[in-house]
């Protein structure tokens, strides 16, 4: 095996770890447990996987967890502290307690509060968050309702400065069966970095004959929040769907991405306006819509080539997880 086979071996094993980390952050993620799931000696385990994620194993579980907590304390203001910290896994208030402060520099129930008044200080016409958008005059955003059917199904749209409408509909998506690679690290505005995975990704998938022109959708999926991660360690993977047994080796690995309701941003944007449009949708669609981000992967799906279109854009659907509020 050559040294970039055996290379793609360790980032294969140390991937299906993150992911098992991801998908049971309330059960036992013991040094045990995750060697077996790496297939590596534990003895060796945590070594390895400190010098290739560049934090150690322990330290990684309890920030995703506890990132994890602050994303649901915002997301979900109904349910308790307590609740919450069950729900991923600590047994202890206390230890939990302990563990927040530590990554935040104040406790859970001040987290909670210090965002409430932030949002309460921002009159109706401004709770659309358009203060986060650094490039844009800070017109207010108009939040245009209508029923699409009987069925209870929405479509927004959501006017900002410098975009034209960008219509959000609330609708069922499917389970994507998908082969990824991965990125630790910084990503904001880096198209190159996005055209490079994806490359790396077509250059496995083509051999295969996985890539169906009019078949395979080819998805961003984002594993964490950049507003509490810190850049050097947010992870995205680059995906395209594969049919359901697909194998994967080396760098390329297979995962699931839950269906579901989602919100569905529907748009045309440049490379540096991404970050536009998600707030577009999280801070000015999201808090009149009825509706509250749920905890499962949120996505973009590509829709075009921008090398392609004639003034670059790129069309994407930006699909975030929702549950009542």
Same mark, same amino acid.
């Given at each position: ?55 150690? /194993?322990? *330290? ?9 907590? @602050? &994303? ?11 609740? &919450? ?5 600590? +047994? ?34 401004? +709770?659309?968050?358009?203060?986060? /958008? ?14 699409? +059917? ?15 409408? &960008?219509?959000?509909?609330? %609708?069922?998506?499917? !389970? ?22 994806? !490359?790396? /990704?077509?250059?496995?998938?083509? $051999? ?57 941003? +529907? ?7 991404? *970050? ?15 509706? *509250? ?8 799906? @590509? ?6 279109? $004639? ?11 929702? %549950?009542?509020?």
């Amino acid at each position: 095996m050559s040294s970039s086979n055996q290379r793609n071996e360790y980032v294969s094993r140390i991937n299906k770890v993150i992911d098992y980390i991801e998908n049971n952050l309330d059960q036992d993620l013991s040094l045990a447990v995750l060697a077996k799931v790496a297939n590596f000696s534990p003895f060796y385990f945590h070594r390895i996987f400190r010098a290739m994620v560049d934090e150690p /194993l322990n *330290q990684f579980i309890q920030r995703v967890k506890i990132e994890k907590t @602050a &994303i649901q304390l915002i997301a979900n203001p109904g349910k308790s502290i307590t609740e &919450i910290a069950l729900d991923y896994g600590y +047994s202890s208030s206390a230890s939990f307690a302990r563990i927040f402060k530590d990554r935040f520099q104040m406790s859970a129930s001040q987290y909670r509060k210090s965002h409430e008044e932030k949002n309460s200080k921002i009159g109706p016409a401004e +709770s659309k968050n358009q203060k986060m /958008l650094s490039n844009i005059p800070q017109d207010k955003y108009e939040v245009c309702r209508h029923f699409e +059917s009987i069925t209870n199904q929405f479509k927004w749209s959501v006017k900002m400065t410098g975009f034209k409408d &960008i219509p959000v509909e609330v %609708k069922e998506m499917p !389970e994507f069966n998908v082969a990824y690679v991965r990125h630790i690290g910084a990503y904001a505005a880096d198209g190159d970095l996005f055209r490079s995975l994806f !490359e790396r /990704l077509m250059k496995w998938a083509m $051999p295969r004959d996985l890539f169906k022109t009019s078949e395979t959708t080819f998805l961003s999926v984002y594993h964490d929040d950049p507003k509490i991660t810190d850049e050097n360690k947010l992870r995205v993977s680059a995906c395209l769907t594969v049919p359901e047994g697909t194998e994967t080796d080396g760098e390329v690995g297979h995962m699931v991405v839950p269906g579901g309701k989602y919100a569905v941003a +529907s748009c045309e944007i440049n490379v540096d306006e991404y *970050q536009q449009a998600w707030d577009a949708l999280m801070g000015g669609w999201m808090p009149d819509s009825g509706y *509250q981000p749920d905890d499962r992967l949120c996505y973009e799906i @590509a829709r075009n080539n921008p090398d392609q279109h $004639p003034k670059k854009k790129h069309l994407v659907d930006i699909c975030v997880p929702v %549950k009542p509020l």
